[in-house]
């Protein structure tokens, strides 16, 4: 019995395929495609064959994704959206949209409307629903709007306005896609709601998504169970994935840290993850990647939903490296998935950072004819400006100055020094190129518990350590191996609008999805 994992980046689409011991088998890389899809059923045909694996074998395939990342940052494939906020009269100042990006809101806005509602922080009413309010609304964007997103005030709290509003809104439009806040993001509310608004965005693409990789699979003739991995390294069903697919967000340098922790063994260092394009940096913190603690940018719109903390800059193996003004320049614009064919080494006419190291005699010593009229020492210049934005780079991610591990992961490892400053050792593991579908992979099965505890029956640790005990359960009822579960997320909330001293836990537990299971619910 095997498992497939695929992680799609801008430049390449990586393959593995792992056993029952999650040993790695095998691991292909191609060019990613233009339609994505045909790149994903190359990547698994050049698996199976290489490998010779019975493809009946293949019981569960996991992919990791950066079609919606894509579509917020590239403007494109972006459902028109309708927004009602919940909260007048106490949330009319600052409107839906405020701030984001112009382009980025004519390509999604249809309508926003602050409708009578919400709640205050300890849960007390703000004001009552208003009926009229929701059919008004519902009036003015019927027939034009693809996808409705719904934010309440302190709707993680509460997420009865919501509900209720979402069930008026179905009995105007019809099924329509609706994405709830409380179901999306943490307390703050216009980041909350920016994340919501996002996700209604990518309705379309998330369908997309799911579909083009159930067909590459179906075309190889592999069935299995299909799973997509979210930015806090566990999985999500399709069903799941087409409803939040925003959480897919991250996924990419989640999954490359993962696959770098099994790759190497080691629970605490930081990860490289150098593709075509960019140079992502994470931090793996007791096998698991650190969590960015601030609000999370995308496309230039404030979020506040779980991203792994992750650093990038613009450095890749297909990096462009430009003159401009009399001055040598280094990316940000790379060649992408056009490598194979723009890049000097490949008998293309564009300098990049591959071209760089493979002057120098790092790498692609068959192609070095290609690349010998560019200077030694030009080469060496460029070469040590390239470690110097990755040494800064990684600086910035340390909470130290002490020198930790470096492991590097993705195929543009290649332009990496092995001696940085501020690392005590540079680990290339064997499949490094590959981490990523690795990480994707490995992705793991995840249990939740949502429960009020009355703290005049027991102390908050008592109610805290009892949440967790529910949610491992749920875990282990997914299919979860109980050796491999552990706790990822613990978030309490006082409810003094309930008597006993109230309090609201919510804890996530994850574990390796565990084999010979009938079925997987997640």
Known sequence: MYRLGLDVGGTNT????????????????????????????????????????????????????THCTNAI????????????????????????????????????????AIVSGGYEFDGRLISELNRDEISMFCKDVKGIVKSIAISGVYAPVNKGQEE????????????????????IGSIGLLERENATILNAALMTTGQTVTNGFSNALSNQNIKAEVFFSQNDGTLMNSAYAQRYPILTMGCGPTNSIRGSAHLTGLDNAIVLDVGGTTSDIGVLTNGFPRQSSLAVSIGGVNTNFRMPDIL????????????????????????????????????????????IVTRLGHAFQDKAIQVEHLSIAFCENIYEEMTVMLEDAIDQMKTSSKEVPLI?????????????????????????????????????VSGDVEKIYSLETMKREEAITDAKKLATNEALKAGADEKSISIVSVEDIPLAYLPGNALLIRVKAVGDLQYLKSSVII
Do not use: C
Request: aromatic share 4%; net charge negative.
């Open 14 to 65: 990586d393959a593995a395929l792992l056993d029952e011991q999650l040993k790695v088998i095998h691991t292909v890389k191609v060019p990613t495609s233009k339609d994505v899809e045909s790149g994903i059923g190359e990547a698994i045909a050049k698996l199976v064959k290489e490998s010779k694996v019975d493809s009946n074998a293949i019981k569960y395939a996991m992919l990791g994704t």
């Open 73 to 112: 940052v590239e403007r494109k494939n972006l459902d028109k959206v309708g927004v009602i906020r919940i909260g007048k009269p106490a949330t009319t100042a600052i409107p839906p949209f405020t701030d984001w990006p112009k382009d980025l809101r004519e390509k999604i806005e249809v309508a926003s």
């Open 164 to 183: 209720i509003v979402a069930g008026w809104v179905r009995e105007e439009l019809g099924d329509i896609p609706i994405s709830l806040s409380n179901a």
């Open 312 to 355: 990038s800059i613009g450095l890749g193996g297909g990096t462009k490296i430009l003159e401009k003004n009399g001055y040598i320049t280094i990316g940000p614009e790379s060649v992408g998935y056009e490598i194979t064919r723009k890049a000097l080494l490949f008998g293309g006419d564009v300098l990049t950072t591959s071209d």
């Open 408 to 444: 590097l992961s993705g195929g543009g490892s290649i332009i990496v020094s092995n001696s940085l400053r501020g690392v005590s050792e540079v680990i290339m593991p064997e499949h490094y190129s590959a981490a990523n579908a690795i990480g994707a992979a490995l992705g793991q």
